[in-house]
C-alpha cells in the first residue's frame, strides 16, 4: 500500500506521538509498503528517508505540557501539496483534533482516511472550543484508532462515534538486545521524561529518594531526558545533587542504552498520560518498573496473574519510598518483575501492532476505494463510509513506492 502518515507535532523534540508515528512507519516499511510522513522539522532536525519536512513549528500549550505545532496558511499549501504529490491509498492522521498538521489535512483529504487518538485529557479546552468545528470534519474519516481506552473514552465524549483501540508499540527486539552503558549494581534508579514538567512527578520521586540515601552509598539516579538542569539540582538539594546522572535528550540508541543501565525504573506521573510508552520500553529493556497506579500504566502492567511491575499511589511520597527501597534490597523480586515484564511486553510489539493498523488500513480502502486526493482536485463523489472495524488480520501485499523528500517553500 502506500501509506501516507501526519504527524501533528514537531520532530525536532522527541515525544510520545512522534516516536509512534516514525516506529509505525518503520514497522510498514519493514513489511514492504511505501510509507510517507509528513511532519514540522527544521533543516537541521536529523529525519528518516521517508519523512517530508513540512516546515518549523511554534511551542503552543497543549495538553498539559507545551506541544511544537504548525498552522496558517502557508502549512495547509504544504499539506496540499504533499497530498497531491503523495498518490497515497490511503492517509494515517494523528490527533487529528489538535491545532496542527492533520487537522489541516483533514480539510482537504477526499478519500479513505485514518485517524489515530492518543490524548488523554478528559476535560481538553481545545476540543471543547473546536467542537463545533470538528463534529463535520471527522465525519471525512473513515475509520477511527485509539490508542487506550483512555483516548476512546475522550473521543467518544466529546466529539461521538467510536473508535477501535489499537495500543501504541513498541521495538521489542531493540530494547531486548541493549548494551548498558555501565553493569547493573542495584543501586540505578532510572527517569525517562521531561523531568522539570510537573505532572511527570519528578518532585516525588527526589522526595522519596532522599530518605535512602544514608543508608545506599551505590544510589544513583539517571535521568534521561529534556528540561532545566539547574533546577532539577536545585529541588534534589545537597543530598542527592551529586547522586544525579543527567543525561539530557538523547537519540534512540541513547535512550535503549540507558534504560538498559537501570536497576528500577521510576514512572511517578501524576496523570495526563494515554498510554505508558516509556513502561512499556522499561518492560522490554528487562526493567523493573515502579510505576504510579494511573490508569494508563496499570492497563499497560496488567496480567491475569498480577502486574508486571509495582504500582504504587501517585502523589504518596512515603509509599514510594518504602517501594523503591524494597525493590533496591531484593534482587530476586526484581529478577521475577524483569521476567513478567518481558512476557507482558510482547503484546506491544510492533510486530504485532502494525498488523493490527494495516487491517485498519484496509477495511478503510475497502469502504472507500479511490485513491486519496486534495478535496479541490477530487470528483465528485459520496462521502466515504464511517465503518465498523474488525480485529486484527494479516497485512495486505506490500506495494513498492517512492521514498520520502522535502517539500520545497509553499508560494
Same mark, same amino acid.
Given at each position: 500500500?502506500?501509506?501516507?502518515?501526519?504527524?501533528?507535532? #514537531?520532530?525536532?523534540?522527541?515525544?510520545?506521538?512522534?516516536?509512534?508515528?516514525?516506529?509505525?512507519?518503520? +514497522?510498514?516499511?519493514?513489511?514492504?509498503?511505501?510509507?510517507?510522513?509528513?511532519?514540522?522539522?527544521?533543516? /537541521?532536525?536529523?529525519?528518516?528517508?521517508?519523512?517530508?519536512?513540512?516546515? &518549523?513549528?511554534?511551542?503552543?500549550?497543549?495538553?498539559?505540557?507545551?506541544?511544537?505545532?504548525?498552522?496558517?496558511?502557508?502549512?495547509?499549501?504544504?499539506?496540499? &501539496?504533499?497530498?497531491?504529490?503523495? &498518490?497515497?491509498?490511503?492517509?494515517?492522521?494523528?490527533?487529528?483534533?489538535?491545532?496542527?498538521?492533520?487537522?489541516?489535512?483533514?480539510?482537504?483529504?477526499?478519500?479513505?482516511?485514518?485517524?489515530?487518538?492518543?490524548?488523554?485529557?478528559?476535560? #481538553?479546552?481545545?476540543?471543547?472550543?473546536?467542537?463545533?468545528?470538528?463534529?463535520?470534519?471527522?465525519?471525512?474519516?473513515?475509520?477511527?484508532?485509539?490508542?487506550?481506552?483512555?483516548?476512546?473514552?475522550?473521543?467518544?465524549?466529546?466529539?461521538?462515534?467510536?473508535?477501535?483501540?489499537?495500543?501504541?508499540?513498541?521495538?521489542?527486539?531493540?530494547?531486548?538486545?541493549?548494551?548498558?552503558?555501565?553493569?547493573?549494581?542495584?543501586?540505578?534508579?532510572?527517569?525517562?521524561?521531561?523531568?522539570?514538567?510537573?505532572?511527570?512527578?519528578?518532585?516525588?520521586?527526589?522526595?522519596?529518594?532522599?530518605?535512602?540515601?544514608?543508608?545506599?552509598?551505590?544510589?544513583?539516579?539517571?535521568?534521561?531526558?529534556?528540561?532545566?538542569?539547574?533546577?532539577?539540582?536545585?529541588?534534589?538539594?545537597?543530598?542527592?545533587?551529586? &547522586?544525579?546522572?543527567?543525561?539530557?535528550?538523547?537519540?534512540?540508541?541513547?535512550?535503549?542504552?540507558?534504560?538498559?543501565?537501570?536497576?528500577?525504573?521510576?514512572?511517578?506521573?501524576?496523570?495526563?498520560?494515554?498510554?505508558?510508552?516509556?513502561?512499556?520500553?522499561?518492560?522490554?529493556?528487562?526493567?523493573?518498573?515502579?510505576?504510579?497506579?494511573?490508569?494508563?500504566?496499570?492497563?499497560?502492567?496488567?496480567?491475569?496473574?498480577?502486574?508486571?511491575?509495582?504500582?504504587?499511589?501517585?502523589?504518596?511520597?512515603?509509599?514510594?519510598?518504602?517501594?523503591?527501597?524494597?525493590?533496591? /534490597?531484593?534482587?530476586?523480586?526484581?529478577?521475577?518483575?524483569?521476567?513478567?515484564?518481558?512476557?507482558?511486553?510482547?503484546?506491544?510489539?510492533?510486530?504485532?501492532?502494525?498488523?493490527?493498523?494495516?487491517?485498519?488500513?484496509?477495511?478503510?480502502?475497502?469502504?472507500?476505494?479511490?485513491?486519496?486526493?486534495?478535496?479541490?482536485?477530487?470528483?465528485? +463523489?459520496?462521502?466515504?463510509?464511517?465503518?465498523?472495524?474488525?480485529?486484527?488480520? +494479516?497485512?495486505?501485499?506490500?506495494?513498492?513506492?517512492?521514498?520520502?523528500?522535502?517539500?520545497?517553500?509553499?508560494?
Amino acid at each position: 500500500m502506500r501509506v501516507g502518515i501526519v504527524c501533528p507535532y #514537531s520532530l525536532d523534540v522527541a515525544g510520545g506521538v512522534q516516536s509512534h508515528v516514525l516506529d509505525l512507519a518503520r +514497522a510498514l516499511v519493514r513489511l514492504g509498503h511505501h510509507v510517507d510522513v509528513l511532519a514540522a522539522a527544521a533543516d /537541521d532536525t536529523p529525519v528518516p528517508p521517508y519523512v517530508t519536512r513540512a516546515g &518549523r513549528a511554534v511551542g503552543i500549550p497543549y495538553n498539559g505540557s507545551v506541544a511544537r505545532l504548525t498552522f496558517g496558511p502557508v502549512s495547509l499549501a504544504r499539506v496540499r &501539496r504533499w497530498v497531491r504529490e503523495g &498518490r497515497f491509498d490511503v492517509v494515517h492522521l494523528h490527533e487529528p483534533t489538535a491545532p496542527s498538521l492533520s487537522m489541516l489535512a483533514l480539510t482537504v483529504l477526499d478519500g479513505p482516511v485514518v485517524a489515530t487518538f492518543h490524548t488523554s485529557t478528559p476535560r #481538553s479546552r481545545t476540543m471543547t472550543f473546536f467542537q463545533p468545528l470538528l463534529r463535520p470534519l471527522l465525519e471525512r474519516v473513515t475509520a477511527r484508532i485509539a490508542v487506550s481506552p483512555l483516548a476512546r473514552q475522550v473521543y467518544v465524549e466529546h466529539l461521538g462515534g467510536d473508535a477501535v483501540e489499537i495500543p501504541n508499540g513498541v521495538d521489542v527486539a531493540l530494547f531486548a538486545g541493549a548494551q548498558p552503558l555501565r553493569p547493573r549494581t542495584g543501586g540505578t534508579v532510572g527517569f525517562v521524561g521531561r523531568y522539570t514538567e510537573p505532572r511527570k512527578g519528578m518532585p516525588l520521586l527526589l522526595e522519596a529518594l532522599r530518605p535512602l540515601v544514608p543508608d545506599r552509598p551505590d544510589l544513583r539516579l539517571l535521568v534521561v531526558g529534556r528540561g532545566d538542569a539547574e533546577e532539577l539540582r536545585r529541588l534534589a538539594g545537597p543530598a542527592l545533587t551529586d &547522586r544525579i546522572d543527567l543525561l539530557g535528550a538523547v537519540d534512540e540508541p541513547g535512550k535503549v542504552a540507558a534504560l538498559a543501565s537501570m536497576d528500577v525504573l521510576a514512572t511517578p506521573n501524576t496523570g495526563g498520560e494515554s498510554f505508558g510508552v516509556v513502561v512499556a520500553e522499561g518492560l522490554a529493556a528487562g526493567v523493573p518498573v515502579v510505576a504510579s497506579d494511573i490508569e494508563a500504566f496499570r492497563r499497560v502492567l496488567d496480567t491475569p496473574t498480577g502486574p508486571a511491575g509495582l504500582l504504587l499511589p501517585p502523589g504518596a511520597t512515603a509509599a514510594w519510598t518504602r517501594g523503591l527501597a524494597a525493590l533496591l /534490597d531484593d534482587p530476586e523480586r526484581r529478577a521475577t518483575l524483569a521476567a513478567a515484564g518481558r512476557a507482558r511486553v510482547v503484546d506491544f510489539d510492533w510486530t504485532t501492532v502494525a498488523a493490527q493498523v494495516l487491517r485498519v488500513y484496509e477495511v478503510a480502502v475497502a469502504a472507500d476505494p479511490r485513491p486519496v486526493a486534495a478535496l479541490s482536485d477530487a470528483l465528485p +463523489a459520496p462521502a466515504p463510509r464511517d465503518v465498523a472495524l474488525p480485529g486484527p488480520g +494479516a497485512p495486505g501485499e506490500p506495494v513498492e513506492g517512492r521514498g520520502g523528500r522535502g517539500l520545497p517553500s509553499a508560494p
